[in-house]
């Protein structure tokens, strides 16, 4: 499987190779394909919940800056990294 690289211009949503449901405002998520179990705090269950339609990267970023006290640069390093791990998990895809 080639590596694809998240960039602020890429598109991604929801893999269909995952069940997620949320407890207590937090999202716990299952990969099919790994049988892994995975939690996501308040700010990535938002994303998580946003990524149930394909969503632009910077769309994501802009959103997460206007909810959460984060700068511009802090918030497109971790939204990134985070979305890359999602990746790497089978989690999400990129359109």
């Keep these: 499987m080639q590596a694809t690289r ?3 211009d890429s598109t991604v949503c ?3 190779n995952q069940v997620s449901t949320e407890i207590d405002g937090e999202t716990v998520l299952l ?3 790994k049988g892994n179990y ?3 705090n308040k700010v990535l269950t938002a994303i ?3 990524l149930e339609q394909p969503m632009k990267v910077s769309d ?3 959103k997460v800056t ?3 006290e984060v700068s511009d640069e802090v918030c497109e390093k971790d939204v990134l990294k985070a979305l890359g791990d999602l990746l ?3 989690l999400i895809v990129v359109q």
Excluded: F, K, L, V
């Design 14 to 16: 929801q893999s269909r």
């Design 60 to 62: 994501i970023c802009r």
């Design 6 to 8: 998240i960039t602020p």
């Design 38 to 40: 995975y939690g996501m």
């Design 88 to 90: 790497n998990e089978g």
């Design 31 to 33: 990969s099919i394909d």
């Design 66 to 68: 206007e909810i959460y």
């Design 48 to 50: 998580w919940t946003w």
